[in-house]
C-alpha cells in the first residue's frame, strides 16, 4: 500500500498471501495447574503480509510506511504490525487502517504500540489492535482490503512493514496483552539474535520479530513457525510465532551468522486468548427448594491468574439436568455483576430431586464454564 491509485497496487502485489495456520507445538510443558486444563481454545495464525524498501514521502516532511492484506483477515481478528526504518527514534506519530481505495477510505481501529527499540541506525515499532473490525471478511477486492500504515513525522529513505492476524485473542487489548520485550546487539561473528523467553497460558501466542541491518544467512527460534520474513539491498527481517495449547516457555531467539560488524534488533510479544471462567466455589447438594450455599465464579487469564478488572456480567443456568421425575427448575439471582473478577451467586436453589446436576456460566467475551456434578436430595 502506498497511499493512492498505483502506490497501492504496487504494494498489494509484494504482500504476501494469507496463509491457513497450523499451531507448532511448544517445547517446555507448564506444571499442571487450573490454567492447563481451563477450556481455551489455541489462538491460530489468521493471515500474514510483509514488505521491505517502502518509505514512501507523504506530507511535507512526513514519511509513509503500510501494506495491505491479501485476503482480509477475519472479523475480530487482532493485528500486530511491525514497522521497521532508517533512522534511532521513534518518530511515528499515528498508526491507523483504512480500505485501500482510492480515498483511502478510514476504517478505525486502534492501534497500540507495544514494544519500541533501535539499534545501528535502524528503529522497529511493534503495535497491536485487538478485536479488529470494519472490513468484510477475507476481502481480495482492491477496494474492500485492509491497509495498515505508520506515518513518520521525519523523512527516511528505507523502511518496511511486517503485519500478522491471529484468531482467537483476547478482544481487550489490556488482558490480551502479557509479557512483552526487546533486545538488541552489534556482532561480527555467529551471534544468537535473542528477544528473550515468554511465559505463556493454555492456548496463548509468541510473535517474535527480528531485523538485521546486513542481509545475512539466518536461523528461525527452535519451535517457531514462519510468519512472513522480508528483506532488500540493506536490511532483512523475519516474523515468527509459537502457540502453545497447555502453556509453558517459548524463547524467540534468532541465530544471526555475521561475517562482519552488523547489529540486530528482536521484539517478542505474549498475546493471551480470552479470558475464561473458573468455578472456584462449586454448587453443593442441597434439599429441594433450600437455598444452596454460595457459589462462586472467577475470571483468570490464560496463566490461571485471577482479573480484577474483570467487572461483567456473569449468568448462571442448569447444565445437565438431573430432575428424577421431572426437570428441576433454577431460582434465584442468576445473573450477577462480578466484583474484583468473582462473581458470587448467593441464593440460588433448585426445586426437583435429582442426581448429577450441574450448572454452567457465560459472560460476553469470556470463555464459559460447567460446575462439578452435584445432587439435590438428601444429604
Same mark, same amino acid.
Given at each position: 500500500? +502506498?497511499?493512492?491509485g498505483v502506490?497501492?497496487l504496487a504494494?498489494a502485489l509484494f504482500?504476501?498471501?494469507c496463509?491457513?495456520a497450523?499451531?507448532p507445538?511448544?517445547r517446555?510443558p507448564?506444571a499442571?495447574?487450573?490454567a492447563?486444563?481451563a477450556?481455551a481454545t489455541?489462538?491460530?495464525l ?5 514488505l521491505?524498501?517502502?518509505a514512501?514521502p507523504?506530507a511535507?516532511?512526513?514519511t509513509?510506511?503500510g501494506?495491505a ?11 500486530v504490525?511491525t514497522f521497521?526504518?532508517?533512522d534511532?527514534?521513534n ?9 485501500c481505495?482510492?480515498?483511502?477510505t478510514?476504517?478505525?481501529?486502534a492501534?497500540?504500540?507495544v514494544?519500541y527499540?533501535?539499534?545501528g541506525?535502524y ?10 473490525r ?5 476481502a481480495?477486492?482492491e477496494?474492500q482490503?485492509l491497509?495498515?500504515h505508520a506515518?513518520?513525522s ?9 503485519l500478522?492476524?491471529?484468531r482467537?485473542? &483476547?478482544?481487550v ?9 526487546s533486545?538488541?546487539?552489534?556482532d561480527?561473528t ?7 523467553t ?10 517474535g520479530?527480528?531485523?538485521? &541491518?546486513g542481509?545475512v544467512?539466518?536461523?528461525?527460534p527452535p519451535?517457531?513457525?514462519n510468519?512472513t520474513?522480508?528483506?532488500d ?6 516474523g515468527e510465532?509459537?502457540?502453545l ?7 524467540a531467539?534468532w541465530t544471526?551468522f555475521?561475517?562482519?560488524p ?5 521484539t517478542?510479544?505474549a ?9 472456584t ?5 442441597t ?12 475470571a483468570?487469564?490464560?496463566s490461571g ?7 461483567g ?8 439436568n438431573g ?10 439471582? +442468576?445473573?450477577?455483576?462480578a466484583l &474484583? ?5 448467593s441464593d440460588?436453589?433448585i ?9 454452567v456460566?457465560?459472560a460476553?467475551?469470556?470463555t ?12
Amino acid at each position: 500500500m +502506498r497511499g493512492f491509485g498505483v502506490t497501492v497496487l504496487a504494494a498489494a502485489l509484494f504482500g504476501a498471501a494469507c496463509h491457513d495456520a497450523v499451531s507448532p507445538t511448544g517445547r517446555v510443558p507448564a506444571a499442571p495447574s487450573l490454567a492447563a486444563v481451563a477450556p481455551a481454545t489455541p489462538i491460530t495464525l489468521d493471515g500474514s503480509a510483509g514488505l521491505a524498501n517502502d518509505a514512501i514521502p507523504w506530507a511535507p516532511g512526513q514519511t509513509h510506511l503500510g501494506l495491505a492484506f491479501n485476503p482480509n483477515p477475519h472479523q475480530g481478528d487482532a493485528i500486530v504490525a511491525t514497522f521497521y526504518w532508517r533512522d534511532t527514534t521513534n518518530t511515528i506519530i499515528s498508526v491507523t487502517d483504512h480500505f485501500c481505495d482510492v480515498n483511502s477510505t478510514p476504517i478505525g481501529n486502534a492501534y497500540t504500540l507495544v514494544d519500541y527499540v533501535t539499534r545501528g541506525g535502524y528503529s522497529m515499532a511493534t503495535y497491536l489492535a485487538t478485536n479488529a473490525r470494519g472490513f468484510p471478511d477475507t476481502a481480495t477486492v482492491e477496494d474492500q482490503r485492509l491497509c495498515v500504515h505508520a506515518i513518520l513525522s521525519d523523512s527516511v529513505t528505507e523502511g518496511g512493514v511486517m503485519l500478522s492476524a491471529y484468531r482467537g485473542v &483476547n478482544p481487550v487489548t489490556a488482558w490480551a496483552l502479557a509479557a512483552h520485550h526487546s533486545a538488541t546487539g552489534t556482532d561480527s561473528t555467529t551471534a544468537a539474535g535473542d528477544a528473550g523467553t515468554v511465559v505463556l497460558g493454555a492456548g496463548a501466542v509468541a510473535y517474535g520479530v527480528t531485523l538485521s &541491518n546486513g542481509v545475512v544467512g539466518s536461523s528461525p527460534p527452535p519451535g517457531f513457525t514462519n510468519i512472513t520474513d522480508v528483506s532488500d539491498t540493506l536490511i532483512k527481517a523475519d516474523g515468527e510465532y509459537d502457540v502453545l495449547p497447555s502453556g509453558g516457555s517459548a524463547d524467540a531467539r534468532w541465530t544471526w551468522f555475521f561475517t562482519s560488524p552488523h547489529s540486530w534488533l528482536a521484539t517478542v510479544v505474549a498475546l493471551n486468548p480470552p479470558l475464561h471462567l473458573v468455578f472456584t466455589a462449586q454448587p453443593k447438594t442441597t434439599l429441594p427448594l433450600a437455598t444452596m450455599p454460595p457459589v462462586q465464579v472467577t475470571a483468570e487469564d490464560a496463566s490461571g491468574n485471577v482479573v480484577p478488572g474483570f467487572t461483567g456480567a456473569v449468568t448462571i443456568a442448569i447444565g445437565h439436568n438431573g430432575g428424577m421425575v421431572m426437570p428441576g427448575t433454577l431460582s434465584g439471582t +442468576r445473573t450477577v455483576t462480578a466484583l &474484583n473478577g468473582v462473581a458470587t451467586f448467593s441464593d440460588l436453589s433448585i426445586d426437583q430431586l435429582g442426581n448429577g446436576y450441574t450448572l454452567v456460566v457465560t459472560a460476553a467475551s469470556v470463555t464459559g464454564a460447567e460446575s462439578a456434578p452435584f445432587n439435590i436430595g438428601a444429604f
